[in-house]
């Protein structure tokens, strides 16, 4: 059987700071080759992806895994406790960046499917499908890997997300959607000038304040079934000016936004450049903006895929989880365009912290869930 916290304390010290592969995907390649499953990187921006199959291609019922192996920084490497990419145990607990986002859910996910077509050899084809640029700004991870499995007619029929997902107890939440997510840069452009002759001068900052008051107060939506309501944050306000006695000529404020499908980043942006139109007009500053979509909102509807992971949920840890669109984005949002696609993970609330670290227990849990999975997939 595979060790799913050993192979986790393995990839724990590999050091694959995005976008750093770090030794980690050859770790796993070597391991799935080892296990018959035909594997290939997909690198693509100077970012390393794994793509391993077995069974057939482009076979009907191919049941995909999708995580990342790419960790965020570890900040001050001083104040951990436990070396970031030493993998120390203590107390039942694995320390270690990237302990629980996400090396433990690949590690699981890996083992439960090394094991299954060992023993099990099912009647189609098991996928996973791995990157190196989730914490990143995920343009060539699992992006190339869905661009790639299109130009060479691979396919998954169905697919979970590794990340973490439960808040308090493994087994507690399953993800069948996200909030979109996007953010706006916007410049408020008047006129330089001393403050004490503010009729020769145009103020930007009263302006900027307007369109913050106008866009943090404004009601989105009540939100819907399965999301919550759309929020727009304003997150900075910056003239660069430091000087009191002069009004500046510019200043730039950032707002994001996270929203449900009763929305588009189209129909934001829209939204935006409306109300930055109508402040423009009422105070004779010229607006400028740039935007950025990180993702559009999506949902799974509750069915076939749902009710098959929180079976095997409930049938290995005796909870029955919800089902949740909370949190911030993942590469789900690019996997629910290839195929249906859910997230159940570990416990999360650790993740990106200094000492980070996973409970052991719950990685072996985590496997005996996908293993189950896997099993009542292809048994159906």
């Known amino acids: 059987m595979t060790d799913p916290q050993d192979l986790t304390a393995r990839l724990v010290r590999c050091p694959s700071v995005t976008p750093e592969e770090g030794g980690a995907l050859v770790l796993l390649e ?3 080759s080892e296990a018959g499953f035909a594997c290939t990187r997909v690198d693509r921006g100077g970012v390393a992806n794994l793509f391993a199959r077995w069974g057939q291609k ?12 790419d960790v965020v920084p570890v900040g001050d490497a001083a104040a951990w406790t436990h070396p970031p990419f030493g993998a120390e145990e203590e107390d039942g607990w694995l320390y270690g960046r990237g302990a629980t986002d996400m090396k433990s859910g690949v590690a699981a996910f890996v083992a439960a499917a090394v094991d299954f077509v060992r023993q099990t050899p099912p009647d189609g084809a098991v996928v996973l499908a791995i990157t190196g640029d989730e914490e990143g700004v995920s343009t060539d991870g699992t992006l190339a890997l869905l661009d790639w499995m299109k130009r060479e007619g691979e396919r998954m029929s169905a697919c979970i997300v590794g990340e973490p997902t439960c808040p308090e107890t493994i087994g507690d939440m399953i993800k069948i959607g996200r909030r979109g997510s996007m953010s706006a840069w916007i410049t408020v452009t008047g006129k330089q000038g ?3 002759y503010l009729q020769k001068a145009l103020n930007p900052m009263p302006a900027v304040a307007l369109l913050a008051h106008r866009l943090s107060s404004h009601v989105l939506d009540e939100g819907t079934a399965h999301f919550d309501p759309s929020t727009c944050s304003v997150t900075s306000i910056d003239t660069g000016n430091p000087a009191t006695n002069v009004i500046p000529a510019q200043a730039r404020m950032a707002v994001n ?20 139109d109508k402040v423009a007009a009422e105070t004779g500053v010229t607006i400028n903006m740039a935007v950025k ?3 559009e909102a999506f ?9 098959l992971v929180a079976g095997a949920v409930t049938a290995e840890t005796g909870l029955v989880p ?16 290839h195929c249906p696609v859910v997230e159940f993970g570990l416990v999360g609330h650790r ?25 009542d997939y292809f048994a159906a």
Not at 322 to 337: E, H, I, M, P, Y
Request: aromatic share 8%; proline share 4%; glycine share 10%.
């Open 299 to 307: 949902l799974t509807p509750p069915g076939a895929l749902s009710d």
């Open 194 to 196: 001393h403050s004490a």
């Open 293 to 295: 979509i990180s993702g």
């Open 58 to 69: 482009g076979h009907p019922r191919s049941f995909g895994f999708n995580g990342h192996t």
């Open 351 to 375: 993740m990106h912290e200094v000492d980070e670290r996973v409970w052991t227990p719950d990685i072996h849990a985590l496997k005996r869930v996908y293993s189950r999975i896997l099993s």
């Open 322 to 337: 919800r089902l949740s669109t909370s949190g911030g984005t993942s590469d789900a949002r690019f996997v629910k365009s």
């Open 30 to 32: 070597g391991l799935l």
């Open 257 to 276: 936004l996270r929203f449900n499908d009763l929305h588009s980043g189209a129909s934001l942006t829209d939204w935006l450049q409306s109300e930055a």
